[in-house]
């Protein structure tokens, strides 16, 4: 049979299956136009822009690896033509339109690389160029999206034009490539680039609790169930039963039983159905990228994902799929990609890491995009934590912000919901005895009913701390960051709930880590619209909604059961006042995960991305009875340095290192040249809490009503 006729053969059958199953949009994807058409010539190359670390420079650099050093399992993500794009996005808008005949189609990965994955002539030709270059091609993903493949230093050299070196950042050894990578220019039409050359993590949304004065009125799962109305879903027999939640993550529990002390001491175990397991998920063909990572040093972050998730569906089976970290490639991807191309992959993920999106880099951008566009496409909601640094996602573990306002590139992309942070109002508003009461309960709660919140926010440069500390401004000399109670109290750090517009997913920043250049964000999606606050700004803002992730600065923060006692964990005997506590967006993605395993069990299935069903009950007049308004506060963290800074105490100009220009007392605003807040919350949507946080009991109610 001839490679022509083979080919319309293919698009007849697949027109045929197309229009058996009522995919009307997949129609217009149904041949791959084949897009690498020049051949390959190592003399004509393409440079990849916007791949390399910022680390990756004259000062860390240690030499050149050996030429032999192994690179185990690197991605090469590829894309589609824009025609197959443009149709992928449409038919996504349709699955989750009730008016569209292809409501809740959704694909297999099998399926979706067939309809919607790059020519298979042009994969076999990246393919056969990898192997020629001397690697050694793992796994070609269903999806037509991703390979696997592995080699040395040296063939990566040889084969990308870039050098593999070891560095050393502040005491720890890492390796990275020093220049972007290059590849034949008649690949380019078709390959994305290498999702890493680089051993740098991005890190867990957890932020460990913080030693204030004030008095402490801790939350457990009790009070979780009354503050966000899951009483009521629970009363009436939604619990997560018969659901499914993934957990994506590069380490295992300390010890497993962890889990169950922690359902057994606060009431969670009566619900017989709800299981926890670990997986190690391998790709669905080739060699297997995916092994047991055991207890790491992030085995904390697997912890409260494991607990949290479960508290919020008790029922669910919980299930932490963990691999290993690779030479260059995070073992939470590879978990992700493995359950997204399986013959059956789970209907709910949630994902408490992140980076900033110029930092990142533009391939691993395209990674995260492509797999979650994946998943939704299969029926996946996915939940990613949008992050702990307020708008300055860039200076994350920093004291002050240098690199100007910026999100992460995980939580930004428009096929996932980015699950921000909220801290309760009681204490700066001297309400606590209106909302908490003066006992616990036999599970441990005490909360007595739903509290007002305000943006989580730990920087001196807040409005509410720094009108509670008696200032009237937060930023500038004379603000609290000026003040030498901000430094007694330890809040001058870039610690907050995250939101911004996405700004740096695709091209490559002017200057490390800094939103410019060729950054540009992603495109503002259909269903972000309709409600007052979203900025007419054309892309993709986050967070979609908030729950509550402070980590003690106002007395409230997360307890759990921890007992890796050497990484910072307590033992779990006693009453859990002693346990471990925490913070940040790592708990609200996975108990946001936990509610959509609510919404499913009552929905009677998947839901796909839940987006544009919040925006669309927050746009009509359901909106007051599902999400709580959040008016007050803000993400503001302090700042130095000339970009998206203001009030910090000019210094001098002339000099190119942003923390030598300014004391670190400014507040992060749009604009340097007067205060904009960087940002405050306000009714409806806003770049601080989003929708705002959610009653779970109404949400779940009124889900069809955003269909």
């Known amino acids: 049979m001839s490679k022509l006729f083979r080919a319309s053969y293919f698009s007849a059958g697949l027109l045929c299956w197309a229009l058996t199953l009522g995919w009307t949009s997949a129609l217009l994807a149904q041949s791959a136009r084949v897009l690498i058409t020049q051949p390959i010539d190592s003399n004509r190359l393409h440079a990849l822009a916007g791949n390399i670390r910022a680390e990756a420079n004259a000062r860390n650099d240690r030499g050149k690896v050996a030429d032999t050093f192994a690179m185990d399992h690197m991605l090469l993500q590829l894309q589609r033509g824009p025609e197959r794009e443009q149709a992928l996005d449409n038919f996504i808008d349709e699955l989750h339109n009730s008016a569209s005949p292809n409501f809740h189609k959704w694909l297999t990965a099998a399926q979706f690389g067939q309809i919607y994955g790059p020519a298979p002539q042009d994969i076999e030709t990246v393919t056969d160029w990898l192997r020629s270059s001397g690697f050694t091609v793992n796994t070609v993903y269903p999806s037509g999206m991703l390979i696997d493949f592995s080699g040395t230093a040296g063939q990566v050299s040889a084969a990308f034009r870039t050098e593999i070196h070891r560095l050393s950042v502040n005491g720890q050894d890492h390796i990275a490539n020093m220049s972007d990578p290059q590849i034949p220019a008649a690949l380019a039409p078709v390959v ?30 009790a009070d979780l169930d009354t503050i966000y109305d899951f009483k009521q879903a629970f009363a009436a027999g939604i619990t997560g039963q018969g659901q499914t939640i993934a957990l ?17 001491v606060f009431g969670l175990s009566s619900y017989t159905s709800g299981s926890f397991t670990t997986i190690n998920p391998a790709p669905p063909a080739g060699t297997s990228n995916c092994s047991d990572p055991g207890p790491t040093g992030d085995d904390d972050e697997a912890t409260l994902d494991a607990e949290w998730s479960s508290a919020a569906a008790p029922d669910a089976s919980i ?73 300055a996602s860039c200076d994350y573990g920093f004291t002050t912000a240098t690199h100007g306002i910026g999100v992460s590139a995980f939580a930004s992309t428009p096929y996932n919901v980015a ?22 309960s036999a599970t441990y709660g005490s909360a007595l009913s739903y509290i007002p919140e305000i943006p989580w926010n730990d920087s001196c440069a807040g409005s509410v701390l720094a009108a509670y500390s008696g200032f009237s401004v937060g930023y500038g000399t004379s603000g609290f960051c000026g003040s030498s109670l901000a430094q007694q109290e330890d809040t001058l750090t870039v610690v907050a709930a995250s939101g911004g517009p996405s700004g740096c997913a695709t091209g490559a920043p002017a200057a490390n880590l800094v939103v410019g250049g060729s950054c540009r964000g992603y495109s503002k999606p259909s269903w972000q619209t309709g409600v007052t606050g979203i900025p007419n700004d054309g892309v993709r803002d986050i967070p979609d909604v908030a729950l509550f992730a402070a980590n003690g600065i106002w007395g409230h923060y997360y307890l759990y059961c921890f007992s890796d006692v050497a990484n910072g964990g307590a033992q779990c005997g006693g009453p859990p006042d002693s346990w471990s506590g925490a913070g940040g967006t790592s708990f609200a993605s996975p108990i946001m ?32 009875s599902v999400f709580h308004s959040i008016t007050m506060g803000d993400i503001v963290v302090n700042c130095s340095g000339e970009i998206d800074c203001f009030g910090a105490g000019f210094v001098g100009r002339g000099r190119t290192t942003p923390t030598n220009l300014f004391g670190g007392n400014g507040g992060l605003s ?38």
């Open 319 to 391: 299930e932490l799929a963990a691999c290993a970290n690779k030479t260059t490639t995070p073992g939470f991807l590879i978990a992700a990609q493995n359950l997204i191309n399986s013959s059956k992959p789970p209907q709910i993920i949630s994902l408490s890491y992140g980076e900033c999106e110029a930092g990142s880099g533009a391939a691993a951008n395209a990674a995260y995009n492509s797999a979650f566009q994946q998943a939704v496409a299969e029926g996946v909601s996915m939940f990613v934590a949008a992050g702990d640094s307020g708008a």
């Open 419 to 440: 699950a921000g942070g909220t801290d309760f109002a009681d204490t700066s508003q001297g309400t606590t005895s209106m909302y908490w009461g003066s006992s616990n």
């Open 670 to 707: 749009t604009t340097s040249q007067s205060y904009t807040p960087a940002f405050a919350a306000a009714a409806g949507w806003s770049f601080a809490t989003g929708l705002g946080s959610v009653d779970v009991y109404n949400l779940i109610s009124n889900w069809s009503k955003g269909q």
């Open 593 to 624: 995960a936990g509610i959509q395993a609510l919404v499913n069990q009552k929905m009677g299935g998947a839901q796909g991305n839940p987006n544009p069903v919040y925006y669309k009950l927050a746009a009509g007049s359901v909106a007051s």
């Open 192 to 221: 994305v680039g290498i999702v890493s050359l680089h051993d740098f993590p991005p890190h867990s949304m957890r932020r460990p609790r913080t030693q204030y004065s004030l008095a402490a009125q801790l939350v457990v799962p």
């Open 248 to 264: 994506l993550e590069d380490s295992d529990l300390y010890n497993t039983a962890d889990w169950n002390t922690f359902r057994t």
